[in-house]
């Protein structure tokens, strides 16, 4: 069974710092990977996503990801955050039927 | 020009009650969802319909009954409703990949949420 796994509840980070998601992944074949951000009282938005070719993958709001095949990981980044960027964080893992299982979702803090 | 709309926003009931979300996409897509985010904002696929064909059906209790009349609309009528229904309600839409079944590559948008307060 497909599963993703994002081990942090929350991530605290001073605007303009790094910031960095993590999430790891259990798939049976070829992942297809997902990065959603969720605003407040809001729907889900989608970042980027990972179906095949570069390990880096980039997306919207100057955020990207990368593909770690051998770590199982698709840690997602951003090199300057911005208090903007305060929100909840899903990674997600398309299944063979064709569903995406998130995980639980990573608040993120970025504080002035 | 919202791309998937919801309606309502807010709904608040009473145990025992029915009740019904409506959800429209305008994006052309032929696939379409409902998910359940819980208080932990877990987030839960409950069904999927291409091209008004439901493809997903989880775990759902039977009080739960999408209905697709064409490819723009979803809805979810809930019977009976019970306590442990509160949550919000995400309705997505997608246009499908290469893999059949209703997989797809491609991202999902999603509604702005129902938020269901079962009392």
């Known amino acids: 069974a497909q599963s993703v796994a994002q081990p942090e509840d929350q991530v605290n980070v001073a605007e303009g710092n790094p910031l960095t998601v993590k999430c790891t992944y259990s798939?049976?074949?070829?992942?297809?990977l997902f990065w959603y951000v969720q605003y407040p009282n809001r729907g889900l938005q989608f970042l980027l996503k990972?179906?095949?070719?570069?390990?880096l993958v980039k997306g919207s709001y100057g955020f990207e990801a990368e593909f770690n095949k051998s770590q199982t990981s698709f840690h997602l980044k951003k090199p300057s955050a911005l208090v903007s960027d305060s929100a909840l964080y899903f990674c997600a893992v398309r299944d063979s039927w064709g569903k995406l299982q998130f995980g639980a979702g990573t608040q993120v803090v970025v504080t002035p | 020009d919202t791309a998937v709309s919801q309606t309502p926003k807010y709904l608040v009931t009473q145990m025992g009650n029915d009740k019904s979300i409506k959800c429209e996409q305008n994006l052309g897509h032929d696939t379409m969802y409902w998910y359940k985010q819980d208080s932990k904002k877990f987030l839960k696929i409950m069904f999927s319909y291409n091209n008004k064909e439901l493809i997903i059906n989880e775990t759902v209790p039977n009080r739960f009954s999408p209905k697709s009349p064409d490819k723009a609309h979803l809805n979810l009528h809930i019977n009976s409703l019970e306590l442990g229904d509160s949550a919000v309600y995400f309705c997505a839409s997608s246009q499908a990949g290469l893999a059949g079944g209703g997989g797809t590559y491609n991202e999902q948008f999603f509604g702005p949420g129902t938020r269901l307060t079962v009392l």
């Open positions: 798939v049976s074949g070829n992942p297809y």
């Open positions: 990972y179906i095949t070719g570069d390990n």
